[in-house]
């Protein structure tokens, strides 16, 4: 087994332990954490394929906005005014159906032919990116972070309104 092997063994053990936190923690904040965990360690991941721009992405995007999204989503529902026990009949169907996936996911894996070592991976610099993103997709980039933000401010003002009665 090669060094980047091994690397991705261990950042790939870190996804999975990342997200088995996010749904097997009882406290909502620790799932957050966690799933910052997972979400870092898939950007990771994309550094060991040489795709600089999608781990910078997951990183400032994912593991930073979204996350923090999250936890202020939490916050601002009062989760503690929920009752604790989430347990329900519907538990061995959800374990059927998460069985079924991984079934499913295990068979394409194996069944998939995978490129073999011989190729070479082409890296397409960060400037070039940048340029079809501010020039091309200016645009649509900034119609997203205005909805981005007229979501937060309704949350916001929901918020406010339920605090005030």
Known sequence: ??????????????TVMGGMGVVFARNVVYSALFLILALLAVAGIFLLLSAEFLALVQVLVYGGAV????????????????????????KPFAFLAAAGVLAISILAAVGTTWPGQTE????????????????????????????LVVALVGAIVLAREEDGE
Not at 3 to 13: D, H, N, P, Q
Not at 77 to 88: F, I, K
């Open 120 to 147: 070479k991976i082409n890296a397409i610099p960060l400037r070039d990116f940048g340029d079809a993103l501010f020039r091309t997709w200016a645009l649509p980039f900034e119609v997203a972070s205005l909805v």
């Open 67 to 90: 996350t923090i999204l999250v936890i202020f989503a939490l916050m601002l529902t009062r989760v503690q005014d929920t009752p604790t026990a989430l347990d329900s009949p519907q």
């Open 1 to 14: 087994m090669s060094v980047e092997e091994g690397v991705f063994y261990a950042i790939a053990a870190l």
